[in-house]
């Protein structure tokens, strides 16, 4: 089995800033990638930022210029900086991972989820 803890949500002012933090346990032998996604409510979820094992980013052009995603492959961990935020930011953040299983194959992973409520 593979665990995927979120940690770092929580409340914070506009214009504030919260650091997401996601770590993968069990039986990895190869991420192929990591991310995160959100969910406000009434909304479907969507891709906020992903990186791949060998550094490749893709954001959402709605968080370009205020979130950074960095990894630490040694440490299975995925980090997401966000700066400037917005009260449109806000809902439950998803860390995602994408495992190479058998060749051929890749299975995903997800978080239970963490909650970043962005308010005066």
């Known amino acids: 089995q593979v665990q995927l803890v979120e940690s770092g949500g929580g409340l914070v002012q506009p214009g504030g800033s919260l650091r997401l933090s996601c770590t993968a346990s069990g039986s990895i032998f190869s991420i192929y990638a990591m991310g995160w996604f959100r969910q406000a409510p009434g909304k479907q979820r969507e891709l906020v930022a992903t990186i791949t094992s060998g550094g490749s980013t893709n954001y959402a052009d709605s968080v370009k210029g205020r979130f950074t995603i960095s990894r630490d492959n040694a440490k299975n961990t995925v980090l997401l900086q966000m700066n400037s935020l917005k009260p449109e930011d806000t809902a439950v953040y998803y860390c995602?991972?994408?495992?190479?299983?058998?060749?051929?194959?890749?299975?995903?992973?997800w978080g239970e989820g963490t909650l970043v409520t962005v308010s005066l």
């Open positions: 995602n991972a994408i495992l190479q299983g058998v060749v051929g194959t890749r299975m995903n992973y």
